[in-house]
C-alpha cells in the first residue's frame, strides 16, 4: 500500500471511530430518556479499500411495538372504565355498613314492622317518616354521583379528542421532517424515536392500525380501517356529545358501534363504554328501585283516589311509566306525611288518602305495606339483575352487582397493566440502552481510534523523512 493510501486509510478510520463514539454516546446520554432506542452506526468497507459508516440503524423491534401499542391500548380502556366506575361505587356503600341504598331499604322495612307492633306511636310513626326520607336521600344522592360521574366522563371525552388531534397534527408534521432529513443520519434516526412515542400516545387514547414507510413515516388507521394519517393529511376527530357519536373526518368511529369503522380499545373507547353502557344500566337500576318504592307504595294503600300518589312520590306526582328515566333522582316522600308542611304522620298507619285518623290500633294498612316488600319487583331486563326478585332482595343484589362491577374493572385493568408491563419490559430489553456494553463499545472505539492516529502519525514522519532525503 502506498503512503498516500494508507493516509486516506487512517483518515477514513479515524472519522469513521470518531462518528461512532459519537452514536454511542448519543446512546449513553440517553439511556433513560424514555422513547430512546438504541442506535448502532455500521462499519462498511469501501471498493477502494477505506472505512466509514454505513445508515444509521435503530435497534427496534416492530412486532413487540405493535403488541406493546395492542397491550398499553388495552390498558388504558380499562383504566378509565375503571376509574370511572370506582368513583361512584366508593360513594355508594356496601351491603351492611348502613348507609347504602339497600341498607335504608332494610331499615325502612325494620321501621314498618316497628310501627306495626305499636301502630298508635307518634314515635313509631316517626321513625318510618326518617326511614322513608333517609331512603329517598340514599337513591337521590346516589342519582346525581352517576350524573356527575357522567358529567366528568363527557369532559374526558372531550379532553382525549383534543390530546389527540394535537398527537395528529404532530405526527403530520413530523412525517413531512422525516422526509426533509438526510437518509440514514443519526438525526433521521432519532426522529424515528419521535415517531414511536407520538405513534404510542395516540395508541392509549384510540387503538390503531400502523404502517411505517422504509424511511420511517406513519400511516394511521384506526383498527376498524378509518384512516386517520396519510403523509402531512389528518382526519381529525370531533365528538358529538348530544348524539352520542365520535367522527374522523366526516366517519362515524364511535366505539362498539356496527356501523361503525372505530375501534374497541384505548382511553376513548374506556369513557365510551362508562357513557354508553355502565352508566346507564346503573341509572336504570337505581330507577326500578325507586319504581319498586313508588309503584309498590301505592299499590298496597288502599285509601289512595286513582292518580293519587303514596308515600313516595315522583317529585310529588304519582309514577307515570312514561318518566321512568331519571326517577331516582327524583324520588321524594310525600308531603301528607309531614307535619311542617302540613301533613298527618297517622297516614302512614291509616294510608296516605286517609281524611280523618283511623284507629290508633289498626295496624291493617301498615301490614299491607310491609308485605309489599316481599312482592316481585319485576324488573326491567335491562337492569342485568334477576326480574322476578322482590323489592326486599333487589336493593341487595343491585349493591352488590355495582360492587362487583366496580371490582371486575380493578381486576381487568391490573391484568391489562401486567400485560403491557410485561411487553414493555421485554421491549426495552432489545431496543434500550445498557450503560455496560456502550462503555465497551466506546472503549473498543476509542482503541480503534488510537491505531489509526499512529498509524497517520508514522505515514506522516515517513512522508517527512522522505522529503528530508531530496
Known sequence: MSLTGALQASTSGLRTAQMQSEATSRNIANASTEGYV????????????????????????????????QHSSAMAREQAIYEAVGEYTATLGQPGDGLSPADRLTDLRSSMIALVNNPGSNAAQNGVASSAQEMVTSLNQSSDMLARVGGEVDMEIK?????????????????????????????????????????????????????????GRATLYTAGGTPLVDGDQASYITYDQVAGKLFAGKTEITPDSTDARGFQNGSLAGLFAVKKDVLP??????????????????????????????????????????KLEGLAGRISVNAAVDPAQGGQLSRLRDGIGATTPGAAGDSTQIEAFVSMFDDPLSADPGTGLETSLSLRDYGSNMISAQEFEGTRAQERFAAARTAAETVNGTRQGIQGVNIDDEMQKLI???????????????????????LEAV
Do not use: C, W
Open 38 to 69: 438504541r442506535k448502532e452506526l455500521p462499519q462498511v468497507t469501501t471498493a477502494g479499500g477505506l472505512v466509514q459508516t454505513g445508515e444509521a440503524r435503530r435497534e427496534v423491534d416492530a412486532s413487540l411495538n405493535r403488541m406493546y401499542r
Open 159 to 215: 379532553y382525549d379528542v383534543s390530546d389527540f388531534n394535537e398527537t395528529l397534527h404532530k405526527i403530520t408534521s413530523l412525517n413531512k421532517q422525516i422526509s426533509d432529513a438526510p437518509p440514514g443520519s443519526l438525526g433521521a434516526a432519532d426522529l424515528g424515536d419521535q415517531m414511536d412515542v407520538l405513534v404510542e400516545n395516540a395508541s392509549k387514547l384510540i387503538d390503531m392500525q400502523v404502517r411505517r414507510s422504509t424511511d
Open 281 to 322: 344500566r346503573f341509572q336504570l337500576q337505581l330507577d326500578e328501585m325507586a319504581r319498586g318504592l313508588v309503584q309498590g307504595f301505592e299499590g298496597a294503600d288502599a285509601s289512595l283516589a286513582p292518580g293519587q300518589a303514596g308515600l313516595f312520590t315522583d317529585a310529588g306526582a304519582a309514577f307515570d311509566p312514561a
Open 444 to 466: 473498543t472505539i476509542q482503541q480503534s481510534y488510537a491505531a489509526n492516529s499512529k498509524m497517520m502519525t508514522a505515514v506522516m514522519k515517513m512522508m517527512d523523512t522522505l
